[in-house]
């Protein structure tokens, strides 16, 4: 890598390496028994380069292929984007603890059996299930350097347990699943198990719902469904600068509930998405985004950052490509209701659990419309079964706007986000009935 | 680059000194080049080269599967493959029997997108973006353009040996245009099998798109509730690769007995009029391939045909344990994944009416057009408008904000009542499945026309 960032200096004026190393091993098991077992290793080196004051990009997975890298960077910075942004020197990185080297000493038996007792507590409760199940683990090795003498590096371990199981009676179809992850390695299936019997005992029943306005539990999982990706794109520092993010001017004003906080969190122990610094380099830091409704902050990487006269906020994440911001793991504060609480105050209204294709619509605008694949409809207090061939639709501006209540208990979804339950008074409801 | 023709060499030699039911081998040298705008300006351009390989080995219906971009040691990647199998395996390996096949697939297109100049596709992307920012009220916008060239060398313990290579073209743009608070986007997906002819010349939809989305600022929302809807060519062929093409991968029926039990041939889906092909082996398509990532040569497989289920997508596996022939569907979309059962040019076959015929007749309906997303849980599945139209006694009405629609496989087929003349595969897709995204897929379809359909609304 030195060697690459010394040719790169002879050519440019500014450059950066980054490498980032990976070894992952997926044990899966399709149709309740044991299918795969997976050993991936891959490396990419990147070089970002300024040149003419012009930003250059080019990856490889050659290491030992440095020309055709720094020749390729030269010829895309001929047409590349100005660079704004000073690459940082050495800096003093927080000491966030995301390394456990038990995860990399769990031996390929023990994922087995973890995956075998999660099945067979599964199956005990429900026979005719089809489960496919994933057990992984996985190191990642993450290096940079500049030409500013900045350098990173650090390693991390994540750990995943997801099952994902299908019923099916008749034409009748019902997906219930979950996982969790960790850098530390699981160890209690009974938890994840826990949860999906949960949906198996609530989806047992079928329940009607009328096409009109109703109120709406989104549980954890439904809050990511239907309103984290608008949220992520409004607060994203690119959108703003751009103009499109429906927030972007409204910094400090209440735009939200005043029960709403939320914040971008890299700095937690051991969670998948945490780490001390982002791909650029910068030292990661706790951004609140929404505090008490109003509007914070906003997420940024260096180069957006500079081009908006501010600073970045650690979030420069590379997906295959030059780095852009985007958040690290989000956390929305538990409020004061209490889940039961929410369901006994409902006459008639869902709990929904997962949308299905509410990211597709007007997602920039707030908007959401999406099919009910896994919710619950309440009649007076109660719940009293699965809901299908139901659509809702709603603004992620409008419905967090008032009124709404927060569950006191937060869960993590999909390892990236902690949320609790958000009840919503009036949601608009279309269905087959 | 490193050559990894001489490292296929070396692989098929390694390959047979280990012992396996069955081992199979890919190596893959790939380079892409991206360009997006942001916006006014050109955001990110870069080069991107990759090397890497893979090996999968079954033993007693256990696989065992190991990928690198490191290629030293490759006995100790066969050997640790076949040590995985060996954990897993307690039954009886069944794969389909093929031939071996011995054969080099050239790309049959005239100028290879990666060796076009940058510039040459910079200045047609600067076009369009011009384009885009002459419509008034316009926010911001987003051009990403990408191509790739990939090589890749499949080789098997059963003495297969086949190189292929494969160039892809894609371009997405987006349209945002902001008013009072108010954000409204329009999209457009295109790509081709490697020729940069088929994104030139774009000028009048690109100039369509960046109008429309100003349009919806003063368009309504529609009503949520059931509605008779017309689908265009683009919108009807990801209706059919949600609603149908999914079920129709034989890796979701192959160990669900319940699934097996629906999805038995002869059941009948739709109306006698109604034919649903998937096709790899129809050349020139984002989808299209001599042979699959198994080794398997492509095929042209009916799914539906006259309205009743007549065949599936097998891998060499699910087709053994379903005791059916091989169609050549599993691909991978890169070294770093086995393959699995996927989709390739997916179809419903043209019928006889007009667009006009179609809408004659509906007093109110919703015409939906182009594509925004698609997913789809089996039973029931989601896809989405890009551009959306209310239709009134028989004719094109106003203009409405993007629209989701939602439908149940074993009623939506059956409601498809008039299927148009006019099919047209749209290449902009890319298909998801288990972490394997965006892979090259084409879907298509004429106008066709669904009744009773539910549609998400205010």
Redesign the interface.
């Known amino acids: 890598m030195e060697n690459i960032l010394a040719q790169a200096k002879r050519v440019a004026e500014e450059a950066e390496v980054f490498m980032v190393s990976s070894e992952e091993t997926p044990v899966q098991f399709e149709a309740n028994r044991l299918k795969h077992i997976q050993s991936k290793q891959s490396t990419s080196l990147t070089l970002r380069i300024v040149r003419q004051g012009r930003i250059g990009y080019a990856a490889t997975t050659e290491l030992n292929n440095t020309q055709s890298l720094i020749d390729n960077a030269m010829a895309t910075a001929q047409f590349g984007m100005r660079a704004k942004f000073e690459l940082p020197a050495k800096a003093a990185y927080p000491q966030i603890d995301i390394f456990d080297p038990n995860v990399e000493s769990t031996p390929i038996e023990k994922m087995i059996q973890l995956g075998e007792e999660l099945v067979a507590l599964i199956t005990e409760h429900t026979p005719d299930i089809v489960c496919e199940t994933m057990v992984t683990k996985e190191i990642i090795s993450l290096r940079i350097i500049n030409s500013r003498g900045g350098e990173a590096s650090y390693r991390k371990s994540i750990f995943s347990l997801s099952m994902w199981g299908s019923l099916i009676r008749g034409t009748d179809m019902l997906f219930v699943g979950e996982m969790q992850s960790s850098c530390h390695p699981l160890t209690q299936p009974k938890e994840i198990a826990a949860v999906v019997i949960q949906h198996l005992e609530l989806a047992k029943n079928q329940a009607s719902v009328p096409s009109k306005q109703l109120p709406v539990i989104f549980t954890p999982r439904g809050v990511v469904s239907a309103f984290i990706p608008s949220l992520m794109m409004a607060f994203n520092g690119k959108t703003v600068l751009e103009g499109a993010s429906p927030i972007g001017n409204r910094l400090g004003e209440k735009v939200f509930d005043p029960k709403l906080w939320l914040w971008d969190d890299p700095t937690i122990a051991y969670r998948p998405n945490s780490r001390p610094c982002d791909d650029e380099g910068i030292p990661s830091q706790r951004t609140p985004l929404i505090e008490q409704g109003t509007v914070a902050n906003f997420l940024y990487d260096l180069q957006t950052a500079a081009l908006a006269g501010t600073k970045s906020t650690g979030n420069g994440n590379r997906d295959g490509g030059l780095p852009a911001p985007s958040p690290t793991t989000l956390v929305i504060a538990p409020g004061k209701a209490n889940f039961d609480d929410m369901v006994n105050d409902i006459k008639e209204g869902l709990v929904i659990e997962q949308l299905m294709g509410a990211e597709q619509g007007n997602v920039l605008g707030g908007d959401f419309s999406g099919n009910v694949l896994l919710g619950y409809k309440v009649e007076n207090g109660k719940i009293v079964g699965r809901v299908k061939d139901t659509m809702v639709s709603g603004n992620v501006y409008q419905l967090l706007k008032e009124g709404i209540a927060i569950g006191s208990e937060a869960k993590w979804v999909w390892g990236f986000l902690q949320t609790p339950h958000i009840y919503c008074p009036s949601l608009s409801v279309a269905s087959k009935g | ?2 050559d990894i023709e001489a490292v296929g060499r070396q692989l098929a030699d390694a390959v047979k000194r280990y012992s396996a039911d069955y081992i199979e081998a890919r190596l893959e040298e790939s380079q892409r080049s ?3 705008y ?2 006014r ?12 390989g893979n090996v999968r080995a079954l033993v007693k219906g ?9 290629l030293a040691d490759l006995p100790g990647k066969v050997e ?2 076949v040590k ?2 060996r ?2 395996g ?1 039954e009886e390996s069944k794969l389909a029997p093929v031939e071996p096949i011995v054969d080099i697939v050239p790309t049959k297109i005239d100028k290879e997108p990666t060796t076009i100049p ?2 040459e596709k ?1 200045r047609l992307l600067d076009e369009y973006n011009a384009l885009i920012w002459r419509t008034p009220k316009l ?2 916008s987003v051009i990403a353009y990408g191509d790739s060239h990939k090589k890749v060398i499949f080789l098997s313990s059963s003495g297969s040996y086949i190189q292929q290579e494969w160039s892809d073209i894609t371009l997405r743009l987006s349209a ?1 245009a ?1 008013e009072d ?5 329009v999209g457009l997906s295109l790509g081709s099998r490697g020729d940069f002819n088929a994104i030139n010349g774009l000028h009048q939809p690109v100039e369509h798109m960046a109008k429309h989305a100003v349009e919806l600022l003063s368009a309504p ?1 529609v009503k ?3 509605y008779t809807i017309v689908l265009d060519p683009v919108l009807a062929g990801v209706f059919v690769h949600e609603a149908f093409g999914h079920l129709s991968e034989s890796d979701f029926v192959y ?2 007995e ?2 097996r039990q ?1 999805m038995v041939l002869g059941k009948r889906f739709g109306d006698k009029a109604l034919n649903v092909v998937d096709s790899a082996a129809t050349p020139g398509l984002r989808g299209s391939y001599k042979y699959d990532d198994e080794g398997v040569p492509a095929t042209k497989t009916y799914l539906i045909r006259e309205g009743e289920l007549v065949g599936r997508l097998h891998s060499r596996e699910t087709a053994a344990k379903m005791g059916e022939k091989p169609t050549g569907n599993a691909r991978a979309i890169n070294y ?1 994944f ?1 393959p699995i059962v996927r989709m390739t040019n997916t179809y419903i076959e043209p019928g006889s009416a007009s667009f006009g015929d179609i809408i004659a007749d509906i007093k109110e309906g919703v015409y939906a057009k182009n594509w ?13 408008a890009g551009e959306a139209y209310m239709i009134r006694n028989g004719k094109l009405a106003e203009a409405l ?4 629609l ?1 439908g ?1 496989v ?1 009623t939506t087929l059956n409601n498809i009542d008039a299927i148009g003349n006019d099919l047209e595969m749209n290449e902009g897709g890319g298909c998801g499945k288990g972490m394997q995204a965006p892979l090259p897929v084409s879907n298509g379809s004429p106008h066709i026309r669904i009744r ?1 359909c ?5």
């Open positions: 680059m490193t991206h360009i997006t942001r916006g300006e050109l955001e990110s351009i870069g080069q991107i080269n990759a090397i890497g256990g696989w065992g599967f190991v990928s690198f971009n490191n640790l493959a995985q199998a954990l897993v307690r940058l510039a910079k926010q911001t945002v902001a608070g108010d954000v409204q986007q929302q949520g509730g059931e160990e669900n319940r699934l629906i770093r086995p925004l997303g698609g997913t789809t849980a089996m039973e029931m599945f989601t896809f989405s904000r993007p629209v989701v939602t149940n074993f009773h539910l549609v998400g609304g205010r």
